[in-house]
């Protein structure tokens, strides 16, 4: 059995989570920044690194109570080490280096895509759903690969292929915006509020997605070869546009007046988003012949993007619980209980990595 | 303090990278570029020509959630920062997160919302406001403050030109 301490700071969250043996969670606490700042009218997150120094220490003791372990039990310590902001991973990187230097525990570093992968390991109730039982989580088997990654969140748009543990190849990834960068832009336009993409998903509920044609971007090639890219700035830049027709006068954070098809324009915008990532994920698991789909990161927290993909992936498709779409801690000690297992240790000089991917692109 | 000013409507997106990509070539470590504008002005266009006419390994993608791309060329490992203010609520906030420091290096540095931190903005900088005109077009307003980003700003209007 393993005792694995994973902590992550790579951007807006300061978390902390203890995972025993890669897949049960014993403790999971994020000290999310949204909700501190949510009762003040929504302002973006404290994104400054004093913020995360700030909650670090209570995080983790949090992390180790909820537990009901102390740092002595622990069998190593994950962080993360890129990407992201080098401020921030830092406040976390120093914590665990400080830990495994107090208690002599072994150091493992974690990419924080790797992260996002290992959510679907860890074991749950809402992972695993089959083709054809659309809404039916059913007992989860094991992973076996192949599997294709969609990892799709505010920061990262990232199609993988997965041959094994840490064994990962790169099909594509956004040429410029992140998906769910796109669906918080879109909400202010709309003037809905931060973050975009519940606040988008809650008002295109029961709302036309057909009402607006809005650009879906296959970036194909001349001869209409595949393409596993993405791009996403276009569309918001068509939802500017389809506002000022509709709105004389129309600038984005002016206030939208009353009779403005929001509701309809914010199904119209997501479905055109979740139609591109449903169509390429699931063509590359055909071309790749994958066995599973797994998607993760915040925004596989849709309800669109999950119903569209188990229809169409002729698979079975994995997605994280809600709790673990978001940026968590409980992820970093999956991956790092992997990478510990495979005989991963590092240095406590190990330097920080602002920019890393996750693999090489495809050949 | 010598400032001038010049403006330059671009046609359309692949308009805008090429500009970009002009004002790319010929930056040097320790220049500065604001673009200030709103979304879906051109922002990330200009910045991804930049960063291509500049030597980046890869393409420039939008940092409004890292706050921080940083890009190295490999011609002489020189870095270029592509920093996004957008989601800063002060400027104590760009101390804290490192944005400063940036300043310091010999780098070239791209910024987006510069508005957001202004007070620590070196004085020799060029600043292009970027406005929507219509579907395609943009109208890039630039502004060079002290003598590099003057430089800079007539390699731009010398390449604009033989562009148009």
Redesign the interface.
Known sequence: MTVILGIETS?DETAAAVVVDGRVMRSNVVSSQVELHAPYGG????????AHIEHIYPVVQKALDDAAVTATDLDAIAATRG??????LTVGANMAKGLALAYNKPLVAVNHLEGHVYSLWLAGPEFYFMSGAADQPDQTPPIAFPVVVLIV???HTELLLMHDHGDYQRLGG?????A??AF??VG??LGLPYPGGPAVQRAAQSADPAAFDFPRVWLRGDQGERNFNFSF?GI??AM??TLQELIPGY???SPLPEDAPIADLAASFQQAVVDVLVAKTVRAAQDFDATEILVAGGVSANQLLRQQMVQQAERPVRVPPLPLCTDNAAMIAAAGHYRFMAGQRDDLNFDVV??WPLATPAA | MMSSTESFLSQSVSHTEALGRCLGGVLRPGDVICLSGQLGSGKTSLTRGIAQGWGAAQAATSPTFTLINSYTRQLDELRLYHVDAYRLNSELDAVTTGIEELFDEQAVIVIEWPERLESLLPQDRLWIDLTYQDTKSRRLQALAQGEHSESLLTQLKQCFETLS
Do not use: M, W
């Not at chain 1, 990407?83 to 921030?88: E, Q, T």
């Open positions: 951007c302002i973006f997150p404290e994104v400054a690194s004093r990407p992201g902001l080098a401020g921030s969140s505010g920061g956004t040429l410029d915006d992140a769910g960068e918080d832009k202010r336009l700035s918001k830049t500017l546009h600038q984005p954070d602002a920019t």
